[in-house]
Structure formats: structure tokens, C-alpha cells
T-cell receptor
Framework: SQTIHQWPATLVQPVGSPLSLECTVE??????LYWYRQAAGRGLQLLFY??????ISSEVPQNLSASRPQDRQFILSSKKLLLSDSGFYLC????????????FGDGTRLSIL | KQEVTQIPAALSVPEGENLVLNCSFT??????LQWFRQDPGKGLTSLLL?????REQTSGRLNASLDKSSGRSTLYIAASQPGDSATYLC???????????FGAGTQVVVTP
């Protein structure tokens, strides 16, 4: 069966520090991959999606970037974190065949001090 | 631009009552609609997916309906239990890349 892993589960970082969050999928190949952010009291906002290795599309201008160095690995990064980057970051995967749902990881809680 | 709304934002019911959760969307050109459950501090668990050509989908005590022309979906949870307490999110798939547009969710509390 397919599984999706995110780490770390929680992270506390100072303003201006770098960031790297990792997401990996097991048990499937060539998935579409997505990064979402859930800010306190708000809905999920799509940040990036990827349809293949090295192919990244950004949904909103921001301080973050994403990379997909391997088929089932998706990384969210920042060179200098801002206070506004705080939130709950979720990675998801799906195939685009009809009837296929999107599956989410357990998320990373990021707090910026 | 697609907008997804969930009303009410919060709901409290006694155990055993049926739950009715509403989701509305502004653009009927969707691929599908998904209902998710989110427990505090956790990721999302997919509950049901309804294709745009379907009217209804069922799984155990859960039943979801879709009226694409009016931009509405309803999630019914029969005979609610305290373990059903969670936030329920609906999301519509808006394009061929699989991007989802989410509602803000309905927080449900089922009291024993």
C-alpha cells in the first residue's frame, strides 16, 4: 500500500534562518506531489505542485521554494524565514486517473520566533 | 475564481444524532469533490470522493451527495459517535493538474 511521510513533525526556527521540509511517498511511482500551508484559523492554501522530477509550479508568490530531486521526494525550502511563514505544512500526493483521491501526510508544524 | 464555502463553521450535536455538513462552490466546472477529516494537529484523511458525473457516494455511515448545477455538496454522517469529533473539510478539484480548492472546514463536536 502507498504511504506518505513528512518530517520533521514540529520545528521551531528563528526569523532569518533557512528551512528544509521533506516529504517522501512509498508504494507508488510517478505521483503528482503537492505542498499546502494551513495558517491558524484559515483553510488550506496550495503552495506548489509537481508532475515530475524537476518540474515545479508555484501557486502563490512567497518566500518559499520547492524541489523534486527524485520521483517520490518533494522538498520545501526557504533561505530566510519570515514570521509570516509560520503554519502547518502538508504534503500530498495523487494520481490523476478518474476517481483517485489526494492523500495527505501528517504535516509539519512550523513556528517562527 | 473558484470559492468553496462551508457552513456552519462549528457544530455540536449529542451522540446518536445524524450530522449534516454543507459545502458550496461557485464554479460548477469541477472534476470531483472530496470530503476530508482532520483531527487536531494531524493531517487530512480522505473520506469520500464524488466524481463530477456522480450524484452520491457512500461509505459505511457516511453519505455524500453532489449537485453540481447548484454548486452544493452535503456530507451526512448517520448515528454520530464521539469519535466523529473532528474538523471536516471539503475540496473541489479544479483542473487537470489535480489542484484542490478547499473550504475552511466545519468543526464538529459530538457529546456523549
Amino acid at each position: 500500500s502507498q504511504t506518505i511521510h513528512q518530517w520533521p513533525a514540529t520545528l521551531v526556527q528563528p526569523v532569518g534562518s533557512p528551512l528544509s521540509l521533506e516529504c517522501t511517498v512509498e508504494g507508488t511511482s510517478n505521483p503528482n506531489l503537492y505542498w499546502y500551508r494551513q495558517a491558524a484559523g484559515r483553510g488550506l492554501q496550495l503552495l506548489f505542485y509537481s508532475v515530475g522530477i524537476g518540474q515545479i509550479s508555484s501557486e502563490v508568490p512567497q518566500n518559499l521554494s520547492a524541489s523534486r530531486p527524485q520521483d517520490r521526494q518533494f522538498i520545501l525550502s526557504s533561505k530566510k524565514l519570515l514570521l509570516s511563514d509560520s503554519g502547518f505544512y502538508l504534503c500530498a500526493w495523487s494520481h490523476l486517473r478518474e476517481g483517485q483521491p489526494q492523500h495527505f501526510g501528517d504535516g509539519t508544524r512550523l513556528s517562527i520566533l | 475564481k473558484q470559492e468553496v464555502t462551508q457552513i456552519p463553521a462549528a457544530l455540536s450535536v449529542p451522540e446518536g444524532e445524524n450530522l449534516v455538513l454543507n459545502c458550496s462552490f461557485t464554479d460548477s466546472a469541477i472534476y470531483n469533490l472530496q470530503w476530508f477529516r482532520q483531527d487536531p494537529g494531524k493531517g487530512l484523511t480522505s473520506l469520500l470522493l464524488i466524481q463530477s458525473s456522480q450524484r452520491e457516494q457512500t461509505s459505511g455511515r457516511l453519505n455524500a451527495s453532489l449537485d453540481k448545477s447548484s454548486g452544493r455538496s452535503t456530507l451526512y454522517i448517520a448515528a454520530s459517535q464521539p469519535g466523529d469529533s473532528a474538523t471536516y473539510l471539503c475540496a473541489v478539484r479544479t483542473d487537470s493538474w489535480g489542484k484542490l480548492q478547499f473550504g475552511a472546514g466545519t468543526q464538529v463536536v459530538v457529546t456523549p
